[in-house]
């Protein structure tokens, strides 16, 4: 045989023995991310709460019914819905003072309190028009029992945002759009501070602004206790003072005399 079809058969017999092995096995792909099965694992991002949308009664408020199953301080609960969520609720138009982090005059009786009333207990949570807070909270007016309606008298009756102001456990804290019962609110804790109920007997606070920034008729001017200012009520800065640094003064020559500077901003 000539040395070309020796080579030529040579080529042949090895490629006959390569293939049956190459056949069997077949090719082999790249092992995809994330592991063996081929599937990419995906790093669990933080949930966003859905929106609740409140159940509506036969008579009565939408509400949702729901059992308290842990109370955190005096203004916020956990709280298991009749489907079995579980949500965290902070109580619209209220502010106890502070008793976690840190501890503010009356805020662990307010805890207590809130505590002893709403410990195992079935409320009923009525939603404004803002579902959550930028932590995710739910917002709801507790009910103590199904509303019959949303008069005053009901309000005072069961509703527990508002016994909080009447036993001066709390202030008032609007934040818009939920303001359903801005105006009630005002005039509960308006009635505990003349009576100086709870906080009232032991710290004087003024009562904050409208939260249509109408004028305080009882209060001339807001002081703050630490830039040593004093505001108009309706000023941008007297509302973002925290109630501890408030003092509040009937006329502008009592606030100077203290030592208070006039604000440049709503110049009183």
């Excluded at 079995?84 to 307010?110: H, L, M, N």
């Excluded at 909270?137 to 009756?157: G, I």
Aim: charged share 25%; hydrophobic share 40%; net charge positive.
């Amino acid at each position: 045989m000539s040395k070309m079809l020796l080579v030529r058969l040579f080529i042949i017999l090895m490629i006959l023995l390569i293939l049956p092995a190459g056949c069997g096995k077949g090719v082999v792909a790249p092992e995809a991310p994330g592991g063996m099965n081929g599937q990419i694992e995906n790093k669990p991002e933080a949930a966003e709460k859905s929106p609740v949308t409140a159940l509506p009664e036969r008579k009565g408020l939408p509400v949702l019914k729901s059992t308290v199953i842990y109370v955190v301080d005096g203004d916020t609960i956990h709280v298991r819905l009749e489907n079995g969520r579980k949500e965290k609720v902070r109580f619209i138009g209220v502010d106890t003072p502070e008793s976690t982090r840190t501890i503010e005059p009356y805020g662990k009786e307010a805890a207590i309190y809130t505590r002893k009333e709403l410990s195992d207990k079935t409320i009923y949570l009525e939603i404004d028009v803002a579902q959550r807070d930028k932590y995710g909270r739910l917002l709801a007016y507790v009910w103590l029992m199904p509303p019959r309606d949303s008069s005053k008298t009901e309000v005072r009756k069961v509703m527990f945002n508002a016994a909080l102001l009447l036993v001066g456990m709390a202030q008032v804290m609007t934040v818009p759009p939920n303001v359903k019962y801005a105006d009630m609110f005002i005039e509960f804790q308006k009635e505990a501070r003349e009576a100086e109920k709870g906080l009232w007997g032991i710290i004087k606070v003024p009562a904050p602004a409208s939260v249509f920034n109408k004028a305080n008729t009882e209060t001339k001017y807001i002081g703050n206790s630490n830039s040593k200012k004093f505001h108009r009520p309706n000023c941008q800065w007297a509302q973002k003072i925290a109630p501890r640094n408030r003092v509040e003064f009937g006329k502008r020559e009592e606030a100077i005399k203290t030592g208070y500077q006039p604000c440049k901003t709503c110049k009183p």
